[in-house]
Structures are given as C-alpha cells and as structure tokens.
C-alpha cells in the first residue's frame, strides 16, 4: 500500500487567513482525493485531483475556497482560503491506483479562532 | 443517489466477544466494491477490509470478515475476539463510481470493554 504524508500535521489560524495543506505519496498514482471531516461527522469529498487537469469539485465545494494544485503524480495541495471558524476540520488526503482501494493521508487537524 | 446507511451509532462489545456492524448501501450497479474503515483516535484512516461484488464468498482478514447479502445491499462487518486495540470509529465506504469517490456511511462508534 501507498505510504502518504501530510503537512501540516495540524494548525490553528485566525479567521480570514488561508492555509495550504500539502500531500505527498511515496509512489506514482493516478488519482488524489480531498476529504473534509467536520467534528463528529462522517467524510466528505471536496474534490478530485488528477495530475495535469484542472480539479473536479463536488457540490458545495468551490475552487475560490478550496483551490488545488497537483503538479506531479506524487503530490498534491489543498487550500483552504479565507478561512473562518466553520471551517475548523480535519482535511485528509487520499489516494487510488486502478485495483486498488483508496489510502489515506494522516490527516490535518485545523482550528480556525 | 447512492447512499450508505450505517444505522448504528455506537456499539460496545466485551473484550474477546464478537460484535457486527450494519451497512446498509443502495446501488443500481452490479460490479462494484465495498469497504470498511477504521478509525482510531488518531484519525488515521484505516482500510480494514474490502469486498467485490461479483465474488459470492465473503471477505476475510484475520478477525475481521463480512457477511455480503448482495440481493438485500446490506454489508455488515464481524470482529472476532475483540481487542481494545479494536475500539475506533468505523465506517463502511461505497464508490460512486468505479474506484472513485467513495461515499461514507455516518460511522459506528465501536466501544470495547475490557
């Protein structure tokens, strides 16, 4: 199985700053996923990340708030911009290859005061 | 809309018993997988097993095995002799589409009583 990397590992920001999370992978892989965890809740996807494509977002989620950089097949970062304190979660980054299931990063836990 | 529906919010179980978790999902396709995470309190996620569609025989790892009722889209998770290692949020996960975007139920919390 992939191992990934997150950084950071957590943080807290002030209200109407912006963060950019950052996701590496020990191997090449096609696709790169970013999920929200709000506290006490189940995941949920912001969008899909593909190597030298624009990101694919899911509803709800825009580009303006979360923009997504994949530069190469082992990396990939999520900002959260303008942030405010509902956005306080946990972000985690994951990854597929064909056959394979999906991997997860180890998190990053965010506060935003 | 697919949907996975974990209608348990929190389990316990006595160290070394057996515990099932339900998963319900809901699918117009045939081939497609399944798949059980785990998550401690370190909010790593965790695949803890996975299932295919299209094989009758349920998955097995270690203590963990499923039993997958295809007809009914119920997919539950079984840990044998449970250890405190065990105790962790679960969550049963279903790809929107092939491989892809994969849809989480609400989650069990699986408490375990030594």
């Known amino acids: 199985s992939a191992v990934i990397s997150q950084k950071p590992s957590r943080d807290i920001c002030q209200r109407g700053t912006s963060l950019t999370i950052q996701c590496q992978v020990d191997?090449?892989?096609?696709?790169m996923f970013w999920y929200r965890q709000q506290p006490g809740q189940s995941l949920t996807l912001i969008a899909t990340a593909n190597q030298g494509s624009e990101a694919t977002y899911e509803s709800g989620f825009v580009i303006d708030k979360f923009p997504i950089s994949r530069p190469n097949l082992t990396f990939s970062t999520l900002t959260v911009s303008n942030m405010s304190p509902e956005d306080s979660s946990i972000y985690l980054c994951s990854v597929e290859d064909p056959r394979e299931p999906q991997y997860f990063g180890p998190g990053t836990r965010l506060l935003v005061l | 809309a697919q949907t996975v529906t974990q209608s348990q919010p929190e389990m316990s179980v006595q160290e070394a018993e057996t515990v099932t978790l339900s998963c319900t999902y809901d699918?117009?396709?045939?081939?497609?997988?399944l798949f059980w995470y785990k998550q401690p309190p370190s909010r790593q996620m965790i695949l803890v097993i996975r299932q295919e569609a299209y094989k009758q025989q349920n998955a097995t790892e270690n203590r963990f095995s499923v039993n997958f009722q295809k007809a009914a889209k119920s997919f539950s998770l079984k840990i044998s002799d449970s250890q405190l290692g065990d105790a962790a949020m679960y969550f049963c996960a279903y790809p929107m589409e092939y491989g892809n975007k994969l849809v989480f139920g609400a989650g069990t919390i699986l408490r375990v009583k030594s």
């Open positions: 191997s090449q892989v096609t696709m």
């Open positions: 699918t117009s396709e045939s081939d497609y997988y």
